[in-house]
């Protein structure tokens, strides 16, 4: 995506701490310097061969760009401090694209005035996910408070344990079904080189009804499955009704951790899988979450393998069809571990706010986050393929699926 048509911005994992109070700036620095030195894969960066291989390049030391102090943007209020940050973020982001970017984290302060800071903390999300996001934020906060007895031990990624062959999406059976034919583009395509303009990003959030939050659980025992799939079950079908399309493709994020000490690794996580529907939305909500049951089973046999070739194998096959992805138009991502609030420093007031992109890297996302006590719903789409009332529309169809898929069975309907 990153080298493709139309230059995908980069997936970055990135925060605004806004901090309160006095902020010794060598101890944080120093705080992150130590973070990076413990993880190698807050060390690595990528360089294309141009012959399709990537090669790892984990450095010796953290490097020149880990931690930065900008100059002081004089700002008071909150809005127009966060504005300063979104922008700052995406002349940092551009850096992740460099070749001799030499660090995965990077870390900028921004002062505004006497006791108030902003740091950007970001990280490339090629290598780095929710979990291992929260690992490194306890962990910020053990060393600026010099507290190191709380560092547990450090479990690198193991590349030995991780396969890095596989056969050609030709040779494997499952992937050649699973491809041919391609999936359809059931949403508007905007030419990737036609400016920013038509990834220009627009919005919809909802959290789901308390009540429904509250039977995902039940719901997900009854139907023999996990909360991820009813989630799937209700983004395919509300996608089939969106578009009027029987046959859905998307990507999620998938966890390709292995062993116990994997899980406690900061490092390679997770693969993206192509999740493909085609059962008629006339069979209903019911049979789309069957086959999602089956099509999970499916894709735990093929987790590993990589993306990247499914992608160079539907480029080849389109030729001259240029898009900014040739593969799919739409990610659901599912966020189970609440990593948001849980910032702390020693003796400052820390309030974290995310940092949206301005410009969308495929046509949707669907977000789902479940928290402790409630469910949201986030989708980001492109201007080029969506009006504004359209992804309001596809929100409301998303959440009537949610809704169906979680009511006891005396109050089970087809959503209208």
Known sequence: MRGGPGGAPP????????????LDVERLRGAVIELVRRHPILRTNYASLGDGEVLA???????????????????????????HVVRTFEDLSRNFLAL?????????????????????????????????????????????????????????YDPDAIRSTFPRVEETPALRDLLTPLPPRF???????????????????????PETTARLDAAARRARCTRFVLHLAAAMWALKQFSRSDDIGLVAPIDTRQRAEDFRAVGFYQNLVL????????????????E??????????????????????????????????????????????????????????VRAREIGRSQAAHELRMHVADHPDRTELLLVGAAGAFAQPDLDHLLTLWQRAETALTAPESERAEPA
């Open 11 to 22: 997936l970055i994992v990135a925060v605004h701490l806004l901090l309160r109070g006095r």
């Open 292 to 349: 999602c049951r089956a099509i999970m089973r499916e894709t735990f046999q093929r987790r590993d393998h990589p993306i990247a070739a499914l992608v160079a194998h539907a480029a080849a096959e389109l030729g001259e069809n240029r898009y900014r992805n040739p593969l799919y138009q739409v990610a659901l991502i599912h966020t189970a571990e609440d990593s948001g609030p849980g910032w702390t420093l020693d003796g400052l007031d």
């Open 275 to 290: 999740l493909r529907s085609r059962s008629p939305r006339a069979a209903g909500l019911t049979e789309t979450l069957r």
């Open 100 to 156: 001799n970017r030499h660090s995965i984290l990077q870390a900028v302060l921004l002062p505004h005035g006497e006791n108030r800071h902003s740091l950007i903390f970001a990280v490339d999300h090629i290598a780095i996910d929710e979990r291992s996001r929260v690992i490194l934020q306890r962990e910020l906060a053990a060393l600026y408070a010099g507290r190191r007895d709380e560092l547990g031990e450090v479990h690198s």
């Open 57 to 83: 390049i984990v450095h010796e030391t953290e490097g020149p760009d880990v931690f930065s102090v900008a100059p002081s943007s004089g700002l008071s209020d909150e809005n127009d401090i966060h504005e």
């Open 187 to 209: 949403l508007a395509s905007p030419d990737p080189r036609s400016g920013p303009e038509a990834f220009r990003t627009l919005t919809a959030a909802q959290p789901l009804a």
